[in-house]
């Protein structure tokens, strides 16, 4: 079996510490601890060994080919509904048009190195919860549909190893493989 792996944009720390303010005094919910909320353009659930440096390459030119995004958390929804809700989630505002074409992008790059990506269609996001069992939440859902984040600029993306039940609490432990910038012209620039 391979590595699972994920590609993602990651908030910067004044976004992350905006969000956990306003979450924080709704601490009776089960919420995704700070350090692992990310905004998922691909997930690859087995990801060969012998594929992850083509993996890295295409993912270097599929970033160089786009710009920086604005960004913005802003408003909430839940997975697969509020009313039958699995995952609790804040919505991405601001250049999500361009942040589709890279995700695609992204995504074309990583089948093209044999790393395939789950077949389902991209929603930007930010989950923020994810329940133990289905549950109705449309009240918690109104509770986040109030927030609305500070901007900030997405500059890179990042290549994620998922390994399950290895961090706090049996959680998944993530360790950022390698970097690459938006800088919007055809490039090799990721870092190790």
């Not at 706090?168 to 870092?191: K, M, N, W, Y």
Request: charged share 25%; net charge negative; glycine share 6%.
């Amino acid at each position: 079996m391979g590595q699972r792996m994920f590609v993602a944009l990651m908030p910067p720390a004044p976004v992350r510490e905006d969000l956990a303010a306003f979450l924080e005094p709704r601490a009776e919910h089960p919420w995704i601890a700070e350090e692992q909320w990310h905004i998922t353009l691909a997930f690859m659930a087995d990801v060969p060994d012998r594929a992850v440096d083509e993996l890295i390459d295409g993912l270097a030119s599929a970033a160089a080919r786009r710009t920086p995004l604005n960004l913005q958390l802003a408003g909430a929804g839940a997975f697969p509904d509020p009313w039958s809700a699995k995952v609790l989630w804040m919505d991405v505002r601001g250049d999500v048009e361009e942040l589709e074409r890279l995700a695609t992008n992204v995504r074309n790059s990583a089948q093209h190195a044999g790393a395939d990506p789950d077949g389902r269609a991209f929603r930007p996001h930010l989950s923020v919860s994810h329940l133990r069992r289905v549950q109705e939440q449309t009240r918690w859902v109104r509770v986040l549909d109030t927030y609305s984040g500070p901007t900030w600029t997405a500059s890179e993306i990042c290549l994620v190893e998922s390994h399950l039940g290895s961090g706090p609490h049996g959680r998944p432990r993530h360790e950022i493989v390698a970097t690459a910038p938006l800088i919007g012209r055809e490039s090799d620039a990721f870092a190790e």
